[in-house]
């Protein structure tokens, strides 16, 4: 028989019918049987079928699943005056923005309103499923039909939303249903609404970032705190759930019009809920949502203006939870972590003080910064610094490159660079001071002296002055010589011993010739000025900081630096205040006296550094309240960096620092006289002065020399009622070089490299 195109279309339409019949009563049994069981427990017969033997949640399971929700962490500026609230830095830069819902009373009654007139008006009602609703839905949608609405609940939106894929077929909305029904069992309404508001997914907002959660979408989208949204503006939001990308105003004029059309939905729904009154409906609906949207502009990306604080927090904060958790510090487990301090929802308390910060970084913007010529191309020499309160060791400022765009190394925390002569205070001076082995106007003879090759220890120009000079003059002139004798009467590792305690510890191959700075591995920029701030501060060290508090998620402090690290008392405080006097020298007349000149009125203590052929170039210097240091060079370790920037910069750095704090850095504020100094320590006292061939009248060849028609300081004592340095510039001799790192396995006995490079200025 033959069959015409009609019998065919009416066979095709009682087979659709039949199929679209099976699935209603597929959904019906499925509904009926899961409810039957599962609200006494689900594991049997039919369930079991329909599930595929799925894991049955427990309350165990669903407290992890429904409470891991990442969320933006913050960085916060310190407090100005302890009181105000911490500005915040920025959000830790992370693809999505996500901020948590604790209560319902933290979010506009518009938008709980519109969820329940939108999404489940019956929520207060139901045990977490709504059958009639489940089965008009699924009719709608296996038959096509053009009006559809729907069938899931808000617990049934949360457990798609966070417990499975957006996978669409009968089994997974049996373990949709099956999961809700659960969920009801183990949290009330409340708990669940602030679950589901805080899993919905909006799209990118304005400031091109994910937006999860309506906390993260009323900043995204209108720029708004979420308890701050008018009515149109709360039910656009709600509006969005359905299909967030099609309802993105971001996405296009089409967008906004398809979103208004949803939103004038939402209204009506909440009207004929009794949530609004016509009043409010016939105001809302007139609201032009394109006027009220957040601009791009709205939104500063930390990471844009402040890109070196986002990741030297970031940094440090990776280290603080691997040091809790006594995590291996190893390339997975720092990402891990990393991911972690990001969406951690954590707020992060920084020492940094935001006025400081910008003064110091707009100072060294506005400076000719040096640079090379290297394959057609110019490179830029790096500058990092650090300004420490002495006090506490709370970094305050820090520069951390010229430009973050050439380069993205943190030359302030991360970079380590071989200090040269800056280290002699620290490994030498300091603990032969607070050993007794010196008094600051003890005579050490200036002179050749032996390493264990055979070869010499030189002074930077290989002049000498074959006589005693005090331990002052060697100091403020960077002698080597007289450096190399003291290592040698202290011990090498127990002069090491000094660096360990303020968190320094030389590489197993460094040896006596550190004494020089010459280091096979070296320092951050934040451990010299630290080190240096323990001078200024008594002798205490506190380890340099920049976070000071953590808090989580929850507002519990996980961290505090005050709790966790305790200060130490590494020299005496007759050894720091006599070394400190013997450094004011270095800065009054000696080879920084260029810093003394340009900073009258201020008392300034530091010490000057450089590596051979001005690879490295330091200045580490302090007042009675703040230290700071400095270093230049450049990243690819080339020679003869600019020789006077490190101290130009310097100065400029201080110099802005004490003007935006005038009530922090005090012009002629003292260092602290503790009583019981010391002074006329022996060490080469006794020896006899031989004669030389120099002219009569004429002082022969020495180390670095000294200004002329000026003898010697001898370094004793200060009176009370110290000066400011005065700015002075006598003549000065040149030369303070500092050696290359050892090399071999020689302890840096046998180094021959003995450096060259730092010119007094």
Request: aromatic share 10%; charged share 25%; glycine share 10%.
């Amino acid at each position: 028989m033959k069959k015409y195109p009609y019998n065919k279309q009416k066979a095709k339409g009682k087979k659709k019918s039949l199929k679209i019949i099976g699935k209603v009563l597929y959904i019906s049994l499925a509904t009926i049987s899961i409810i039957s069981v599962g609200t006494v427990g689900v594991g049997a017969g039919v369930v079991s079928a329909l599930t595929k033997d799925e894991k049955i949640r427990t309350k165990s399971d669903f407290d992890k699943e429904l409470s891991g929700w990442s969320q933006t962490s913050y960085a916060y500026f310190r407090s100005e005056d302890g009181k105000q609230p911490p500005k915040p830095i920025g959000a830790l830069i992370s693809p999505d923005d996500r901020k948590l819902v604790k209560k319902l009373d933290e979010v506009t009654p518009y938008l709980t309103d519109a969820f329940l007139s939108v999404e489940d008006h019956e929520f207060y009602q139901h045990k977490g499923i709504v059958p009639s609703s489940l089965i008009r839905a699924t009719w709608q949608q296996v038959s096509g039909s053009e009006v559809t609405t729907g069938g899931s609940t808000i617990t049934q939106q949360l457990v798609k939303n966070e417990l499975f894929t957006q996978e669409k077929s009968l089994e997974r909305k049996a373990l949709e249903i099956i999961n809700a029904l659960r969920i009801e069992k183990y949290y009330n309404k409340e708990q669940i609404f602030v679950a589901y508001m805080n899993s919905v997914y909006f799209g990118k907002g304005a400031h091109g970032k994910h937006m999860y959660g309506v906390v993260a979408a009323a900043r995204g989208i209108f720029n708004k705190d979420v308890k701050e949204l008018s009515l149109p503006q709360a039910a656009y939001i709600a509006g969005m759930v359905q299909r967030p990308n099609a309802y993105n105003p971001f996405r296009g004029d089409d967008n906004i019009r398809l979103g208004t059309k949803r939103m004038k939905l939402v209204l009506t729904k909440m009207l004929e809920n009794k949530k609004i009154s016509k009043a409010d409906y016939d105001q809302a609906i007139k609201f032009d949502i394109k006027s009220s949207l957040a601009k791009p502009t709205d939104f500063v990306n930390p990471l844009e203006k402040y890109p070196y604080i986002i990741t030297a927090t970031e940094n440090e904060a990776v280290d603080i939870l691997m040091e809790q958790d006594k995590a291996e510090k190893n390339e997975a487990n720092i990402k891990e972590y990393r991911d972690r301090i990001k969406k951690g929802g954590y707020k992060i308390y920084t020492t940094i003080d935001e006025q400081l910060y910008n003064a110091l970084n707009d100072s060294i913007k506005n400076m000719n910064v040096p640079g090379k010529w290297k394959n057609g191309k110019k490179v830029k020499e790096q500058i990092g610094a650090t300004l420490i309160d002495n006090k506490t060791g709370s970094v305050l400022a820090f520069v951390s490159g010229t430009d973050f765009k050439d380069t993205q190394l943190d030359h302030a925390f991360e970079v380590e660079r071989q200090p040269g002569s800056a280290i002699k205070p620290l490994l030498v001076y300091g603990p032969a001071l607070n050993d007794g082995i010196i008094s600051p106007d003890s005579m050490i003879w200036d002179e050749p002296v032996p390493k264990g090759d055979g070869t010499m220890y030189k002074n930077a120009n290989g002049k000498y002055k074959n006589g005693p000079v005090t331990a002052t003059y060697a100091l403020q002139w960077s002698l080597n010589t007289p450096a190399i004798k003291l290592i040698k009467k202290l011990g090498v590792q127990h002069a090491f011993d000094y660096l360990r305690k303020m968190d320094m510890p030389p590489h197993k191959w460094d040896g006596e010739a550190s004494a020089l700075g010459g280091m096979s591995k070296g320092y951050t920029v934040a451990q010299m000025t630290a080190a240096f701030a323990m001078i200024a501060n008594s002798g205490v060290y506190n380890k340099p900081h920049l976070i000071e508090r953590i808090e989580d998620s929850s507002g519990n402090v996980i961290y505090e630096f005050s709790k966790q690290f305790k200060e130490k008392q590494i020299f005496s405080p007759q050894a720091t205040y006599q070394l400190t006097q013997m450094m004011r020298e270095v800065v009054r007349a000696g080879t920084a006296r260029v810093i003394g000149g340009q900073l009258g009125g201020y008392n300034i203590a530091g010490k000057t550094g450089t590596t051979s052929n001005y690879v490295d170039l330091w200045f580490v210097g302090f007042s009675p309240e703040v230290s700071l240091g400095v270093w230049s060079g450049y990243d690819q370790h080339y020679k003869y960096a600019h020789e006077t920037f490190t101290k130009q910069a310097w100065a400029r750095l201080f110099k802005a620092a004490a003007q935006t704090k005038p009530d922090l850095i005090k012009p002629g504020s003292n260092f602290n006289n503790p009583g019981g100094l010391t002074s006329g320590k022996c060490f080469e006292c006794g020896r006899a002065v031989p004669k030389t061939d120099a002219e009569p009248g004429k002082e022969p060849a020495q180390g670095e020399g000294q200004p002329q028609g000026q003898q010697p300081p001898t370094g004793g004592t200060p009176q009370q009622g110290e000066q400011p340095n005065t700015g002075q510039t006598p003549q000065q001799p040149t030369g303070d070089q500092t050696p290359q790192q050892p090399t071999g396995g020689d302890n840096g006995q046998n180094n021959t490299q003995n450096g060259g490079g730092e010119t007094p200025q």
